[in-house]
Each structure stands twice: as C-alpha cells, then as structure tokens.
C-alpha cells in the first residue's frame, strides 16, 4: 500500500532517496531497511529485487526474531517462484508475531496461487520511448 501511494504520487524515488537516507543514517535501526526493501520489491527491476533480498537478510542476520523481515523473506522467495521456501518464512514470521494479519493473508494468496506482493508497472514516459526507439533505431 505505501509502495502504490507513492507511485500514484510520482514520488517512488523521492520516497526511497528519504528512506535510503535514512538507513545509512542508522543502520541498527532495521525499520529503515525494511520500508526500503519493501519499496524495492515492487520495482519492475530485477537488480532493485535482489537489492531489497540483501537488505532482507541482513537485517535476518542483525535481528533473528524480525517478524517484518521473515515476511519479506517470503516475498523474496515468492518472486523467484520457489512458493515453499515462503510458506516457511511466512510461518515462521508467524511465530514470532502470531497475529500477524499480513503473513496470514500471504500464505492464503500463496495457497489461491497469487503473489504476495504486485509489482509495479511503470509507464514508459516519451522521453524514455523516444530515447528507447533512437537506441532501437525505429
């Protein structure tokens, strides 16, 4: 949701210059990384995805019990299309945050065989298509 407001605003980048700021600010605090990761997995890029896995793991290995993290962990391995790998994740964000309402709905979109997580579409703007069709040579 937060990923789709600022996209819908046009301030994806803005948002993410913000957040990127600062985790290297305070990199202890996982938050940060988090939000940012979050954000990056909705990237159609794929480079921006697995930026986001890292950031994922880090925080993992930073902070084990991370409900948060585990279930990004899911997203991750849900995008790579390996769906077991984030069932486990999902549960086991699970267990160290059993009311959590977002890893609850994830395993049911997994188990109807929807993503977690929608990545964005991002318009090609007519300075990206024309400068597209000049490298294409239409």
């Known amino acids: 949701a937060f ?3 600022v996209e819908s605003d046009g301030a994806f980048a803005a948002a993410l ?3 990127r700021a600062a985790a290297e600010i305070a990199p202890t605090v996982s938050a940060f990384s988090l939000l940012v990761a979050r954000l990056l997995l909705t990237s159609p890029e ?4 697995d930026e986001a896995a890292s950031l994922v ?3 993992i290995r930073q902070d084990h019990a991370n409900p948060g993290a585990y279930f990004l962990r899911a997203v991750v391995h849900d995008q790579r299309g390996r769906r077991e790998e984030a ?6 964000c699970l267990v160290f945050d059993a009311s959590n309402a977002e890893a609850t709905t ?3 979109r997994l188990e109807g065989g929807e993503p977690i997580l929608t990545i964005r579409e991002v318009a090609a703007t007519s300075s990206t298509r024309s400068l597209l069709d000049k490298l294409l040579k239409r």
């Open 3 to 5: 990923a789709a407001h």
């Open 17 to 19: 210059a913000a957040l």
């Open 46 to 49: 794929q480079r921006q995805r």
């Open 57 to 59: 793991e880090r925080v």
């Open 87 to 92: 069932k486990a994740a999902l549960r086991r």
């Open 106 to 108: 994830a395993l049911s």
